[in-house]
């Protein structure tokens, strides 16, 4: 599936230790910088425009998340995109609610008019917003319901649309390039209890991808790091009998010990 092993990728990442420029929501912004930090990279949270550009330049990766947006947010999200293509630095993009309303639907979509992305992770109903559908959605989360071949043929199409790596995240993971396409299940369903699950995993995208890995591999890794992660985070809440608090800690817990793993540990995934 990949020219490297999942393995190989992680310790690609562990000795390059990139840092990512995270234009991430108010919301999870803590979560994604620990997690970063727990994977072996580090995060820097610039989010003002006469910064952004800047900020790019020094880090090795951006992520564009445009949840909690103003138009403050969309413009240092062009100006970190427009340096980073300068650069040929990977951009990943997070649509998170790009349906929820017709502000956040013509700022992405002005967005994505002007830079190039290398990964785009969202949900189904992020993704047919992004193709152009017509999609319900209540709040921001994914309320679309999809067969499994559906959900390989939004990803395909949605990465053909803006050539590039599409991580459309679930209970299975799709990820799809526009010619090859994968879906990868495990984990634990508790991820999706924790608010700004998909916020982590995109950082992990771009985490791998500023590591010199490809938008496929680096989505490939991403996923499979973070349902890994995932599982052993559920067993260490069954095993101390605990509840979501303790699944959110052991989470963090996991992917620190996951980066540092023989190669063994990925065989539960």
Request: with cysteine; hydrophobic share 40%.
């Amino acid at each position: 599936m990949m020219r490297r092993s999942y393995f190989e990728c992680v310790q690609r990442m562990r000795q390059r230790q990139p840092q990512v420029h995270c234009l991430t929501n108010a919301v999870t912004m803590n979560d994604v910088a620990n997690i970063l930090l727990a994977a072996g990279g580090s995060a820097i949270m610039g989010q003002h425009p006469a910064e952004a550009a800047e900020i790019t330049a020094a880090s090795q990766a951006t992520m564009l998340n445009i949840g909690t947006p103003d138009e403050n947010k969309f413009a240092a999200c062009a100006a970190a995109g427009r340096e980073a293509n300068r650069l040929g630095h990977p951009v990943v993009l997070d649509p998170v609610g790009v349906g929820v309303s017709g502000f956040r639907r013509g700022q992405t979509e002005a967005l994505l008019r002007e830079i190039s992305v290398d990964i785009i992770r969202c949900n189904p109903a992020e993704a047919y917003t992004l193709l152009g559908f017509r999609v319900a959605q209540d709040g921001v989360e994914s309320g679309v319901a999809v067969t499994e071949e559906q959900r390989r043929d939004v990803a395909a199409a949605l990465a053909k649309a803006y050539g590039c790596t599409v991580l459309l995240s679930g209970k299975i993971d799709t990820i799809s390039d526009g010619t090859r396409t994968v879906q990868l299940g495990g984990g634990d369903d508790r991820i999706a209890r924790i608010t700004g699950g998909g916020c982590m995993l995109s950082a992990l995208c771009a985490l791998f991808g500023g590591a010199g890995l490809s938008g496929w591999e680096a989505a490939c890794t991403a996923s499979r790091f973070w349902k890994t992660s995932a599982w052993y985070a559920g067993v260490e809440t069954d095993r101390r009998q605990e509840g979501l608090g303790q699944f959110h800690v052991s989470l963090i817990d996991a992917v620190y010990w996951l980066r540092g793993s023989e190669e063994e540990g990925w065989n539960q995934v």
